[in-house]
């Protein structure tokens, strides 16, 4: 069975969610992502869709944890539809990710409006910066980045194409794009496998060897085979 996630707009804490569904406004709060979790049994596959600037650290780091749990017991697959700002580039992190070409990731460090005097104020530097040293972990889990990367990625305030984002590893996919075909590694000159023409000829002509003839005659035939399959290659450069 298929279950979908949406996590759109403001993610909030579950007090604050009846408040913007009066006003209409998306938003997301972990009640309604445990709410879809809890009705997925083992094996189902779960689809996460993001469109999201992000909102309080810590309900992005339950939803992370939610999200990374289930992804063990569950085939999930995230899909960054817009914007993956913030606490929801986190959320993103959690398992499997596509991002749409169009899309944007953005991570920076974490925020507060905290009000006081020096003393105040020097405290919640250091509350800040551990609170960066606590979600660059899920960074460094996904792409196995150091944490001094991490954290000077977030440091810059970094926004990201679907491209940008899967060449540091914070995705796996951009959506849309087919899968290059992977190309055998050769250390050699002017070496190339067989192509499968020339593999079905020479297996039509093992098969049809009954084995009878003299060591000449089958060397022969082997002389042949070569120098057909050599005029097939040199067609094929041709066309």
Same mark, same amino acid.
């Not at 992005?60 to 914007?83: N, P, Q, V, W």
């Not at 660059?136 to 991490?150: F, H, I, P, R, V």
């Given at each position: 069975?298929?279950?979908?996630?949406?996590?759109?707009?403001?993610?909030?804490?579950?007090?604050?969610?009846?408040?913007?569904?009066?006003?209409?406004?998306?938003?997301?709060?972990?009640?309604?992502?445990?709410?879809?979790?809890?009705?997925?049994?083992?094996?189902?596959?779960?689809?996460?869709?993001?469109?999201?600037?992000?909102?309080?650290?810590?309900?992005?780091?339950?939803?992370?944890?939610?999200?990374?749990?289930?992804?063990?017991?569950?085939?999930?697959?995230?899909?960054?539809?817009?914007?993956?700002?913030?606490?929801?580039?986190?959320?993103?992190?959690?398992?499997?990710?596509?991002?749409?070409?169009?899309?944007?990731?953005?991570?920076?460090?974490?925020?507060?409006?905290?009000?006081?005097?020096?003393?105040?104020?020097?405290?919640?530097?250091?509350?800040?910066?551990?609170?960066?040293?606590?979600?660059?972990?899920?960074?460094?889990?996904?792409?196995?980045? &150091? =944490?001094?990367? %991490?954290?000077?990625?977030?440091?810059? +305030?970094?926004?990201?194409?679907?491209?940008?984002? /899967? *060449?540091?590893?914070?995705?796996?996919?951009?959506?849309?794009?087919?899968?290059?075909?992977?190309?055998?590694?050769?250390?050699?000159?002017?070496?190339?496998?067989?192509? &499968? =023409?020339?593999? %079905?000829?020479?297996?039509?002509?093992? +098969?049809?060897?009954?084995?009878?003839?003299?060591? /000449? *005659?089958?060397?022969?035939?082997?002389?042949?085979?070569?120098?057909?399959?050599?005029?097939?290659?040199?067609?094929?450069?041709?066309?």
């Amino acid at each position: 069975m298929k279950h979908r996630i949406d996590v759109r707009g403001a993610m909030i804490p579950n007090d604050y969610k009846w408040y913007y569904d009066w006003f209409g406004e998306d938003s997301t709060c972990p009640r309604d992502v445990m709410k879809v979790l809890s009705a997925a049994v083992p094996g189902d596959e779960i689809e996460v869709y993001i469109n999201s600037p992000g909102g309080i650290i810590d309900v992005g780091s339950e939803i992370y944890t939610l999200l990374r749990s289930a992804a063990e017991k569950h085939d999930m697959r995230i899909y960054i539809m817009g914007e993956a700002c913030s606490a929801a580039s986190i959320v993103a992190c959690a398992a499997y990710c596509e991002m749409s070409p169009t899309a944007l990731m953005m991570v920076h460090c974490v925020s507060s409006g905290a009000r006081g005097n020096h003393s105040d104020m020097e405290h919640m530097a250091e509350v800040l910066r551990t609170a960066d040293q606590a979600l660059c972990t899920a960074y460094t889990a996904k792409t196995g980045m &150091s =944490e001094s990367d %991490a954290l000077e990625m977030m440091e810059n +305030e970094t926004w990201l194409t679907a491209e940008q984002a /899967k *060449e540091r590893g914070l995705i796996d996919k951009v959506m849309f794009q087919e899968p290059e075909e992977k190309q055998p590694f050769v250390a050699a000159v002017n070496f190339h496998l067989p192509s &499968s =023409e020339q593999m %079905a000829k020479v297996k039509a002509m093992m +098969e049809a060897d009954t084995g009878d003839g003299t060591e /000449k *005659e089958k060397a022969v035939k082997i002389a042949r085979a070569r120098a057909e399959l050599l005029s097939l290659a040199e067609r094929k450069l041709m066309d």
